[in-house]
């Protein structure tokens, strides 16, 4: 059972979307909002999977 996120949907979402913008990286945009960069880093691969229609990034594909 997953734990239950002490940050809301909306947040998560535009923190995600954040590290999508040209020139920003999720450590920087994690340092910024206080967030842990690697549970931002999940974040922001469900989000590139939603984007591209359910399929896994490259750069997870590789891993």
Known sequence: MARQSKYPEEFR????????????????????????????RNRVERLRQERDGGRPSDLAARA
């Open 13 to 40: 979402s535009q923190a995600a979307a954040s590290v999508l913008d040209p020139g920003r990286t999720i450590r920087d945009v994690g340092r910024e909002l206080g967030v842990n960069h690697e549970t931002l």
